[in-house]
């Protein structure tokens, strides 16, 4: 049985800067300020997203820790409007839906998502761009810990407790468009399956020797054999 592990921006679909829009007005909203505008949010989780801008701006891990769940809820409910009136410009990437279908068409897989949202803004992401959450049936999220390498290992143990499913780390396999994916799968001995959807080129990503590297999911007989074809 494999996991296969979907990161959400960049990988599955562009938001059209929706949530850099929301956690701009929420910093602003509960610090007064939103921190230096060349932060790059790509690979990171919302949690260290608001650590990292927070304390460009001076403000104290203590203060951040007190005021996360303010920004988490105003964040959240920022980014329902944005997805709201900004649609026209968030799409699914090429090949991604041929993609999960075809995964879902086999005994031997289980499609699930690890991305650094927090988990309700990787529902409203989804819903917004026309996916049936449900279609996830793991997850591991922003919210469950802010250091990504984390992550994978949340996935396993919820998909035994959730499914009963006793994966091993050698048959994760994390999809995902930065570094920071393809250096996470690395935490449990899963394989990295990389896609320059996002901001880094396949140059920049087979620079960190993932499993395979693609311009796109288009080609949906590759990556399936990217994925079980060890």
């Known amino acids: 049985m494999k ?16 949530g850099r829009r929301a956690m ?45 769940d303010d920004v988490a809820a105003s964040y959240l409910a920022l980014l329902e409007q944005e997805l709201a ?15 999960i279908s075809a995964l879902e068409a086999r005994p031997d897989a289980v499609v699930g998502l690890l991305t650094g949202n927090f988990c ?5 992401k989804l819903s917004a761009a026309g996916l049936d959450v449900t279609r996830f049936r793991v997850g591991a999220y922003g919210s469950d810990h802010a250091h990504r390498p984390e992550l994978p ?11 009963g499913i006793d994966v091993r780390g050698e048959d994760v396999v994390v999809i995902g468009d930065t570094p920071a994916d393809i250096e996470c799968a690395r935490s449990v001995g899963a394989r990295a399956v990389a896609v320059a959807t996002g901001r880094f080129t396949v140059e920049d990503l087979a620079a960190h020797a993932p499993a395979a590297v693609f311009p796109t999911l288009a080609d949906t007989a590759a990556v399936l054999e990217a994925i079980f074809d060890a």
């Open 153 to 163: 290992a949340v996935a396993l143990r919820r998909a035994r407790e959730a499914l």
């Open 3 to 18: 996991l296969i592990l979907f990161d959400i921006d960049g990988t599955i679909l562009w938001s059209d800067g929706a």
């Open 24 to 68: 701009t007005a929420a910093l602003t909203r509960v610090f007064g300020g939103a921190g230096p505008t060349a932060y790059h949010y790509d690979g990171k989780t919302d949690p260290q997203i608001v650590r990292d801008l927070m304390r460009a701006e001076g403000h104290s891990d203590a203060v951040i820790d007190a005021r996360m």
């Open 85 to 99: 009136t900004g649609r026209r410009g968030m799409h699914v990437f090429d090949g991604v839906s041929e993609l």
């Open 120 to 124: 309700d803004g990787a529902m409203l």
